[in-house]
């Protein structure tokens, strides 16, 4: 059975850096998209970053210029870098792979951005 485990969440002041880690713990076939979404309570899950098998990528508004989704294959690994946090960042962050025949979601990670 396929896991997704997240890694690299935490505590961080305004103006830092984090990365998150997504790491698939089998081979999977390539996957179509790869994307970060996040969620607030009492909010939408929300899409801020996609990248495509064509290598295309896009961000939200909200996270655009500071955060760069990118992978490693080699380590079946996606990252998420957070560059220039704000407190509105805070919230719980998910990974998800998309390919042909499955759709595999990390647990969710517990991003805090203090003021």
């Known amino acids: 059975q396929v896991q997704v485990v997240e890694s690299g969440g935490g505590l961080v002041q305004a103006g830092g850096s984090l990365r998150l880690s997504c790491a698939v713990s089998?081979?999977?076939?390539?996957?179509?998209?790869v994307s970060w979404y996040r969620q607030v309570p009492g909010k939408q899950r929300e899409l801020i970053a996609v990248?495509?098998?064509?290598?295309?990528?896009n961000y939200a508004a909200s996270v655009k210029g500071r955060f760069a989704i990118f992978g490693d294959n080699a380590k079946s690994t996606l990252y998420l870098q957070m560059n220039s946090l704000k407190p509105e960042d805070t919230a719980v962050y998910y990974c998800?792979?998309?390919?042909?025949?499955?759709?595999?979601w990390g647990q969710g990670i517990q991003v805090t951005v203090s003021s």
């Open positions: 998800n792979f998309v390919g042909k025949w499955y759709n595999y």
């Open positions: 990248g495509t098998s064509t290598g295309t990528t």
């Open positions: 089998t081979n999977i076939a390539e996957p179509d998209a």
